[in-house]
């Protein structure tokens, strides 16, 4: 069975930083692509930034340039850090994988999710 437990979440001030973490287990997890999305309240689940096999990247471009999406294979851990966070990254964010699409941050092409970790960035 497919798990996806987040963690890393917290407050912190504008021009922050955090770093989230993705555990993933209950399948092969070099053979998946993941991604990172988040969702404000009363606003749209929005795809952050997805990484494929090779470790290709790519990410919305409201946190290109602020985001990195990277991953430890041999940890099954997928990680994303946030540097200048803005009060509107504000959102919980989700990790999630795919088998069959990658390097989209389009929600509907992931399979699994996790629970969600709460990012809160004050001004």
């Given at each position: 069975?497919?798990?996806?437990?987040?963690?890393?979440?917290?407050?912190v001030q504008a021009g922050g930083a955090l770093r989230l973490s993705c555990a993933a287990s209950g399948y092969t997890y070099s053979s998946y692509c993941m991604g990172w999305f988040r969702q404000a309240p009363g606003k749209e689940r929005e795809g952050v930034a997805s990484i494929d096999n090779d470790g290709s990247t790519m990410y919305a471009n409201s946190v290109k340039g602020?985001?990195?999406i990277s991953k430890d294979n041999a940890k099954n851990t997928l990680y994303l850090k946030?540097?200048?966070?803005?009060?509107?990254?504000?959102?919980?964010?989700?990790?999630?994988?795919?088998?069959?699409f990658c390097l989209t941050i389009s929600s509907s092409r992931?399979?699994?999710?996790?629970q969600g970790?709460?990012?809160t960035v004050s001004s």
């Open positions: 069975q497919v798990q996806l437990v987040e963690s890393g979440g917290g407050s602020r985001f990195t946030m540097n200048s966070l803005k009060p509107e990254d504000t959102a919980m964010y989700y990790c999630a994988a795919t088998r069959f992931y399979n699994y999710w996790g970790t709460q990012v």
